[in-house]
C-alpha cells in the first residue's frame, strides 16, 4: 500500500524557517518524481515545488525561489522542503504527491497534509 506521510508543519513568524518531510513507503521511492502542493485558506491547490528521479534540477513556483528548497534522501524514503523567509502569504496546508507522469498535477497519491501558519 503506497503511504506518504507529512509532518513538520507549525506555526512560525514571518521571517522564520520550517522544514516539511514526506516518508514514503509503499512503493520504490527513489523511481518517482515527488511534488509539494499547498492549499491556502479559501483558495485552490498551488503547485510548489517538484523534484525528479531522472534529473538534478528541481523546479519551484516563483513565488518561493530562492525561499524553498525541495530535497530527497532516497535511503530514507523521505521527501523535504526547506523554508526559510517565511511570509503570512505562505500559510497553507502542504501535500506531498506522488507523480505518475511527468508533467504538472500528474499526481496519484497524496499525503493527509501539514498546516503550516506564518503570523506574528
Known amino acids: 500500500e503506497v503511504q506518504l506521510v507529512e509532518s513538520g508543519g507549525g506555526l512560525v513568524q514571518p521571517g522564520g524557517s520550517l522544514r516539511l518531510s514526506c516518508v514514503a513507503s509503499g512503493f520504490s521511492f527513489s523511481s518517482y518524481d515527488m511534488s509539494w502542493v499547498r492549499q491556502a485558506p479559501g483558495k485552490g491547490l498551488e503547485w510548489v515545488s517538484s523534484?525528479?528521479?531522472?534529473?538534478?534540477?528541481?523546479s519551484y513556483t516563483d513565488s518561493v525561489k530562492g525561499r524553498f528548497t525541495i530535497s530527497r534522501d532516497n535511503a530514507k524514503n523521505t521527501l523535504y522542503l526547506q523554508m526559510n523567509s517565511l511570509k503570512p502569504e505562505d500559510t497553507a496546508v502542504y501535500y506531498c504527491?506522488?507523480?505518475?507522469?511527468?508533467?504538472?498535477?500528474?499526481?496519484?497519491?497524496w499525503g493527509q497534509g501539514t498546516q503550516v501558519t506564518v503570523s506574528s
Open positions: 523534484i525528479y528521479s531522472y534529473i538534478s534540477s528541481p
Open positions: 504527491a506522488r507523480h505518475y507522469a511527468p508533467t504538472l498535477w500528474a499526481y496519484d497519491y
